[in-house]
């Protein structure tokens, strides 16, 4: 599928010497996991995911919250990344001073050899104790205990995510507002930029003369602040984008789903 690609973007990427990349639920769409806006299927059709990604829902209904994470651990464990993110990876060898901030959990960047990056919101296939905040690998899984207790101190374990109404971690904050403030190029891909504090960074770039290409279907509330607004899949513009630049190598190893 050919693209048009603005030739002042492709000469930006070109020169650029720092770029940071946003991403959201949107890159992960040509792997097969559902957006976050996309209705869930199935048991969990009825539920709002930010009903069910707070404390709140997991102190009123822990097991609930658990088995949700869980449907959603599976959906990932049979997924892969696609030629989006491999097209990062590319990027990143490229760019001399290079950072991704992903808000997604689903680790299809690190998976796609991505290593310069922050994953905002914390990584699904991570576990820990709801009261010790301690990291736990292993625990009895007998049946029916759900969900499972901490083998220290026996409270709740929970997905190692960031649910709504939680803290961000401020020195990924910082690290993630700082390298915008002070890059060349913000990449805005796949994200709706409603979500709180990741949704303001493109107007930190923008504040700080930080040109935005945003890489969106849809429009949103990036689109008009952005300097490049490709109405486009990220699966089909990105491997476009690294073919101008003359990097396709990790792109041959991605899916060809796009
Ligand atoms: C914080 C982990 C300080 C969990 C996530 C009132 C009360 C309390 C809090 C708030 C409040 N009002 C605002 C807030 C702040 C709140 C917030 O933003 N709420 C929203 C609902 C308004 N934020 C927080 O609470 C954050 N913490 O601010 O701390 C604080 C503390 C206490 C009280 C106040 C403030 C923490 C936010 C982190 C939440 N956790 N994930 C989990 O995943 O289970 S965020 C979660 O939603 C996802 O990770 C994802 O990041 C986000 C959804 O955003 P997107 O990634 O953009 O996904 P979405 O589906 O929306 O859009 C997809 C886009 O892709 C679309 O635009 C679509 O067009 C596009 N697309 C589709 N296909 C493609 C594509 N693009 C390209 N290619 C394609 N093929």
């Known amino acids: 599928m050919t693209v048009e690609l603005p030739d002042d973007l492709v000469d930006a990427l070109r020169t650029a010497e720092r770029v940071v990349v946003l991403t959201g639920a949107g890159i992960s769409a040509e792997s097969g996991v559902p957006t976050f806006r996309e209705a869930q299927t199935g048991l969990w059709k009825q539920y709002d995911p930010r009903e069910l ?13 658990w088995e949700w994470y869980q449907w959603r651990r599976e959906l990932i464990d049979k997924a892969k990344p696609n030629p989006a993110h491999y097209a990062l990876v590319d990027l990143e060898q ?56 901490c083998p220290h101190c026996g409270g709740h374990l929970r997905p190692d995510v960031v649910w ?79 073919q101008r630049l003359g990097l396709s190598s990790n792109v041959l190893g991605g899916t060809s789903e796009a």
């Open 94 to 149: 490229y760019i001399p001073s290079f950072l991704l901030v992903t808000q997604n959990i689903d680790g299809f960047h690190w998976a796609a050899g991505s290593r310069d990056m922050i994953e905002l919101h914390g990584n699904i296939a991570r576990t820990k104790c709801y009261d010790e905040g301690v990291l736990v690998d292993t625990w009895d899984d007998d049946i029916g205990v759900v969900p499972p207790h």
């Open 164 to 242: 709504f109404g939680e803290g961000i971690s401020s020195h990924l904050l910082d690290t993630a507002v700082e390298a915008t403030a002070s890059s060349d190029l913000f990449l805005c891909i796949g994200t709706s930029a409603v979500v709180a504090p990741a949704g303001s960074f493109p107007l930190v770039a923008k504040r700080n003369g930080v040109r935005v290409a945003e890489i969106n279907p849809e429009q949103t509330a990036v689109s008009m602040m952005a300097d490049w607004s490709l109405r486009e899949k990220a699966a089909v513009v990105l491997p476009a984008l690294m």
């Open 53 to 65: 990604a707070t404390p709140q829902a997991f102190a009123r209904n822990p097991r609930l919250v």
